[in-house]
């Protein structure tokens, strides 16, 4: 009764020029560890899930890298949206879906593009949040002590009132999407928030239940399918019904709201990877703070020190007398920037895209 879905809509814009709305993050090898960080996501699921309860959902357009990369063939596992919502939608969707399939289903919903360093931890955490999940009405999230009061996480207040039977889960107090940077201050300082890591433990049951009580419109859009899913019906119903959905995220649309919520905190070694500076500081650097993807063949370094250096194996590369820069380049476009000023990035992708 165990399932997963992945979730792999998002086009991300950060990891810019390697990463773009034909290539988002979770299709690339970001760190150079010679798989992607979709195919990292399916490989770890697979070792505790049948493969064949392994959905993938995704926007239409990337359906063929998602085959490509996880070899999937069965075409009722891949599922291509005909617009882009966010996640509310695909998780309603995919619930629903998964609850015609399985009444009893329980379910892992998956980011597509985060790092997690220690697998074996992970899983088990993963089968003890199902185990709970399924005999509970428990939306169960995933709580990682915050490092810093980053303003893109869900911030999750953490009481000590435990779900009954599972003692390990804490009923969530709030929940709290996406705080402004003074609130997540404060948040970070009180030590009683935990990040939302945006992996999510449910069975179908409850997390419909929910959706009726806090998205109706949303979940009666769903229910007109009914008949329809896993059937040759089903795209139709999609391309006709989809666009029709709020474009609303999960964490806004129930997790900010429903009372059932609670949180396994975890420390499997996770990150989100939201940045070219992440990527730095996860990498193996050399002895003077340089790190070169995919490796050192192609790149000559003469006196420079805390470089990242992401370019085809293919490009020659020399960098003198360089420091604190980032180097990336992905066909036709390179990157020069300095470290620290990476957060601006967002900004030269949207220039690039009117100039280029
Ligand atoms: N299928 C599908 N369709 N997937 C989508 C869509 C969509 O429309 N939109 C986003 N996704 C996928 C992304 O590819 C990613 O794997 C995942 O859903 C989460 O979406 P993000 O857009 O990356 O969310 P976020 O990072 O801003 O926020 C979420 O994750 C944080 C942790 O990384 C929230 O859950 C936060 O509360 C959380 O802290
Ligand atoms: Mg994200």
């Excluded at 089968?127 to 009061?149: F, H, Q, V």
Aim: glycine share 6%; aromatic share 10%; hydrophobic share 40%.
């Amino acid at each position: 009764n165990h399932y997963v879905v992945i979730m792999a809509g998002g086009v991300g814009s950060r990891f810019w020029p390697v990463s773009r709305t034909s290539l988002p993050k979770q299709f690339i090898d970001v760190l150079g560890l010679g798989k992607t960080l979709i195919q990292s996501t399916y490989d770890r699921f697979k070792q505790i899930v049948p493969e064949e309860n392994i959905y993938v959902l995704t926007n239409h357009r990337y359906v063929g890298l998602v085959k490509e990369q996880l070899g999937i063939t069965d075409e009722n596992r891949i599922i291509g949206e005909p617009a882009m919502r966010n996640t509310a939608p695909c998780i309603a969707y995919a619930c629903h879906k998964l609850e015609a399939l399985n009444p009893n289903a329980t379910l892992v919903i998956a980011p597509s593009d985060h790092l997690i360093q220690d697998t074996e931890r992970f899983l088990a955490d993963i089968e003890r949040s199902l185990n709970a999940a399924e005999n509970s009405n428990a939306l169960i999230t995933l709580g990682i002590k915050p490092s810093r009061p980053d303003t893109g996480y869900g911030y999750i207040q953490i009481s000590d009132e435990t779900l009954n039977g599972f003692t390990e889960f804490n009923k969530v107090a709030s929940f709290r999407e996406k705080p402004v940077l003074q609130v997540a201050q404060e948040y970070v300082a009180s030590d009683k928030y935990l990040w939302n890591a945006g992996i999510f433990i449910w069975n179908v049951r409850t997390i419909l239940a929910e959706l009726e009580k806090h998205e109706e419109k949303l979940n009666a859009i769903f229910l007109v399918g009914r008949e329809k899913y896993n059937t040759p019906e089903e795209k139709a119903f999609l391309e006709a019904y989809y666009p029709m959905c709020e474009n609303i995220s999960i964490d806004y649309a129930v997790m900010e709201k429903s009372e059932l919520v609670y949180v396994l905190p975890v420390d499997f070694g996770w990150s989100d990877l939201g940045t070219w500076t992440s990527v730095y500081g996860l990498s193996q650097q050399d002895n003077r703070g340089n790190v070169l993807i995919p490796d050192a063949n192609n790149i000559i370094l003469y006196n420079s020190s805390n470089c990242m250096v992401n370019v085809p194996s293919y490009k020659k590369v020399v960098l003198k007398n360089l420091h604190n820069y980032i180097v990336v380049e992905s066909n036709d476009t390179l990157l020069i920037c300095p470290i620290d000023s990476e957060q601006e990035v967002k900004q030269v992708v949207a220039d690039a895209a009117k100039q280029f």
